[in-house]
């Protein structure tokens, strides 16, 4: 085909048009008649089929004179086109690529469109090809390494002869005296182990490789679309100009609504929020099992839930990789037969126990080549804190896509920092450190004095077994190790003056980032109940590892008792909660974002502690469903009319709304549904009452600063004139008394010309009253200006409260304060009304989850401040 990089005019489209259809007749009818010659050729001998395939070779690429093209097709050159005109003197033909043939018309019709829009997020994630490559190149190296370290150091080193290496007489000058040549000729249960763990780890290997060339594959695609169709080139993308919304979904939406480049056919229809569901099907549905605590992850006669990536791994497939079929529809195997999932869960707990003692020093070998190193260069001993798996479960949100996730906790690892800082440890911790940073200080400082007068002393000199050199290090160990247990600098500032209100302020800050904020936190944040609860969710790099190793130990105790006892419960909760969207299967019913069936109304305070099934009837949120979900749908034949004999589980905690307008703030492009509106516009009334309830107590400061203004213009006259018989006093303060002593009664006469004040006397009657006057007034002008100008600044903007930040651009944090407000707004005049109504179906809340004002809130009443 003839390509041409410039627009063409109505009737030049025309006829483009129609050489293409011509064209595309023509190539059918040399594609046919190809076919038949080259039936023919074959059956000719092999120096036949060679030339008969030079000559089709040279037959099907060779040029036509496009003027001759033109005219055989009825198209006429002589209009005089200059685009024409050019081309026929130059006589150049530009031929597209084959696979570019059926893209003219506009389809570009994909069969799995969950793994193209994946495999497109992969690579905007990823900012292009080259990283993705380079990621991969360094974890199979990383892999393999592993690999290679650990076979050397159980086969082919000679511990034992190691252990005999004592001093310089006992110990080989080569290393290779200590290697065992052929490890494997010889027979044994050890041999055997570690055949059996190279050919484990082999296979992963082996299946990362067919992975990642899989996932190049998937790049290489993802890399024409972005740059042939959406024109986005690759280095813009590493630069992080590129929006996913803004320059990616839209243009998407755009191609599938205008056709100019449809990927989805038989009336599917695309936008921000299908593309998200799409993306992270199977993610929302292990969002809504940790929101709503279905997942048993304790084991008996242990406290404390167990977590770790083997179980994630376990529960992607025994779950959400067996629920689908090829539609994406949940398969009805599944949620009706709770004993298949059993079996699945008990299956992966009896080989996490076969696997185990390899995964373990595979772990721990891995995670040493990449930490230790660091930690003792960081001089951070126990490495940086980090959310634990389950609390980032716990953070996540509905359609939450991994760089806006990433993108809104970010701030929170700074902000929880500074929230734990404000604890100081306690006194026996603290005491047992300044013991050991004394101990080891000092003793280091008199071995360091040693090696001063001669280093010899270090090397040759022995306390038992050892010499001096050795205990440097062992007292240097014990010095870090204290100075570990002392609290930093950072620790309960001076400066701060009500710390209890500063942990508050702090934690809400957390929150802001998190969107994880319980009633029993708010200000309680002093508390040291939620003190432990933050700090088990954010724990050190080392805690986390060894965490981990825990509870990869018990992983096969979790899979083949707890786990399948929730079993049931599972599959249930996903038959309840699991919505069809048109064109695009099944989905997780509160990724939807439907308000009327999923929303949780006690977020809003509309109902205290109850929601309610389809019917409207209430029930106890806290109760077990009445009968089992599974016997209603072999009961009635009908999956739905099941579900609406039960009550469908509602998010909790808000976590569906909060999910919503989150998603809304990261594409402001895409339209809310239908249930959403409501709460938008009830959430937006809320922000105009608070908008218009600042602007008036601005008014009110305005108008009490000038007020007080003008009266401090009123007395500039008086201020004047004290000062002027200020001076006149001390330059003739002796004359004066000579008048007064002479005349008598001068000073009162005095007195009582200058007219009163009220009732009060005039302090105008003396140099030192008139001077306290003055300072009283300089003192008084200077506070009043400060609140003048405190109150100029906030009526122009600049107090630093939500709704000022809020203007111009509506940011997550923002959003958040904003959602908080109206929750604890919405919940307390219910709670009130409840209180005055005397419901006694209506429990009191307790005192602790009671919603509280906090310091960072611009809520504050007019009538106190005026006061």
């Known amino acids: 085909f003839l390509r041409m990089d ?45 030339s008969a395939a030079a000559t089709i070779r040279s037959a099907a690429y060779r040029p036509v004179p496009q003027a001759n093209n033109l005219d055989d097709f009825g198209i006429s050159t002589a209009s005089g086109d200059p685009l024409l005109v050019q081309q026929e003197e130059r006589e150049e033909f530009v031929f597209l690529r084959p696979f570019k043939l059926l893209q003219r018309d506009g389809w570009g019709a994909v069969s799995n469109l969950d793994l193209f829009f994946t495999s497109l997020y992969n690579y905007y994630y990823n900012r292009g090809l080259a990283p993705i490559i380079g990621k991969g190149v360094v974890e199979l190296f990383s892999l393999c390494l592993t690999l290679w370290l650990s076979i050397f150091l159980f086969a082919y080193v000679d511990w034992h002869a190691l252990s005999q290496c004592t001093d310089e007489s006992s110990c080989h000058d080569d290393f290779s005296s200590y290697l065992i040549d052929k490890p494997f000729r010889r027979a044994s249960l050890w041999n055997l182990l570690v055949i059996l763990y190279g050919l484990l780890f082999c296979c992963y290997t082996a299946f990362a490789c067919w992975s990642w060339v899989h996932t190049i594959r998937d790049a290489l695609e993802a890399k024409y679309f972005f740059e042939e169709k959406l024109g986005i080139a690759a280095h813009k993308l590493e630069g992080g100009a590129v929006d996913w919304d803004r320059d990616v979904v839209e243009k998407i ?188 200080g000092s003793l280091a400082a008199i071995l360091v004095a040693f090696a001063a007068l001669n280093d010899a002393i270090l090397l040759n000199v022995k306390i038992g077994d050892w010499n001096l050199l050795w205990y440097i290090g062992v007292l240097g160990v014990v010095y870090s190790g204290g100075k570990s247990l002392q609290p930093g600098n950072g620790s309960r500032p001076r400066y701060i003056r009500n710390i209890f209100g500063e942990m508050d302020a702090t934690l809400a800050e957390v929150a802001t980032h998190t969107h994880h904020y319980p009633e029993v936190w708010k200000a309680r944040a002093w508390d040291r109940g939620t003190y432990k609860a933050v700090s088990a969710m954010f724990q050190y790099k080392a805690k986390l590892f060894v965490h981990e190793v ?129 709460l938008v516009d009830r959430v937006e009334k809320f922000k105009t009452e608070e908008e218009e309830a600042l602007a008036t107590e601005r008014q009110h400061h305005i108008e009490a600063a000038a007020h007080q203004l003008e009266i401090l213009t009123q007395l500039e006259p008086r201020q004047q004139r004290v000062r002027r018989v200020a001076g006149e006093a001390d330059s003739g303060g002796g004359l004066i008394h000579r008048e007064e002593a002479r005349h008598g009664g001068t000073s009162s006469q005095h007195q009582a010309t200058v007219p009163p004040v009220g009732k009060r006397e005039d302090p105008l009657s003396s140099s030192r009253a008139n001077e306290h006057i003055l300072e009283r007034s300089d003192h008084r002008r200077e506070s009043i200006n400060s609140g003048v100008g405190d109150s100029f600044i906030l009526a122009a903007g600049h107090r630093p409260t939500t709704v000022d930040q809020d203007r111009g651009e509506r940011t997550a944090e923002t959003q958040y304060r904003l959602l908080e407000r109206y929750h604890s707004h919405v919940t307390s005049q219910r709670q009130a009304q409840s209180f005055v109504e005397g419901s006694s179906n209506r429990t009191s809340p307790d005192r602790a989850a009671l919603p509280t004002m906090r310091e960072d809130s611009s809520h504050f009443d007019s009538r106190h401040s005026m006061t």
């Open 6 to 50: 410039h627009p063409l005019s109505v009737d030049d489209s025309r006829l483009w048009d129609e050489l293409h259809h011509e064209q595309t007749r023509e190539i059918r009818q040399h594609e046919s008649r190809t076919t038949n010659a080259l039936h023919t050729v074959m059956s000719k001998t092999a120096a036949g089929i060679s």
């Open 253 to 440: 939406v755009h191609m599938q609504t205008t056709g100019e480049y449809r990927v989805a056919i038989h009336g599917q229809n695309l936008d921000a929020l299908i593309l998200a569901q799409r993306i992270m099907r199977k993610e929302n549905f292990m969002v809504s099992f940790f929101n709503r605590r279905m997942l048993d992850l304790s084991v008996p006669c242990l406290k404390g839930t167990y977590y770790c990536k083997s179980l994630e791994w376990s529960l992607y497939f025994c779950v959400l990789n067996y629920m689908f079929n090829h539609k994406y529809q949940i398969r009805p195997a599944f949620y009706l037969d709770p004993p298949s999932l059993k079996r699945r869960f008990m299956l992966c707990g009896v080989a996490h126990a076969v696997f185990l003692p390899f995964l373990l020093f595979f772990m721990t070998l891995h995670f040493s080549m990449q930490n230790i190193y660091d930690m003792k260069s960081s001089r951070q001993y126990l490495g940086p804190r980090d959310w634990t798996l389950p609390a980032k479960w716990t953070f996540r949100e509905f359609n939450e896509l991994p760089h806006f996730y990433e993108r809104r906790m970010g701030p929170s690892y700074e902000a929880t920092e500074s929230y734990l800082k404000l604890f100081t440890q306690s006194t026996i911790v603290t005491t047992i450190g300044q013991l050991l940073v004394l101990t080891g």
């Open 550 to 678: 825990v509870s990869v130990v018990l992983a096969p105790i979790i899979l083949c008792v707890s786990l399948p006892k929730c079993a049931e419960q599972i599959c249930e909760f996903v038959m309840a909660i699991k919505a069809e969207v048109p064109g695009a299967g099944e989905v997780c019913g509160y990724s939807t974002f439907n308000f009327d069936l999923f929303g949780d109304e006690s977020w809003e305070g509309r109902t205290l502690g109850v929601c309610s099934d389809h019917d409207g009837h209430a029930y106890d949120i806290n109760s077990d469903m009445a009968g089992s979900l599974t016997a209603s749908v072999m009961l009635t034949k009908s999956v739905d009319a099941a579900t609406k004999l039960h009550p469908t589980p509602k998010a909790m905690n808000g976590k569906m709304e909060k999910s919503f307008f989150s998603f809304k703030s990261n594409n402001p492009g895409w339209p809310c549904t239908e249930s959403g509106k409501p």
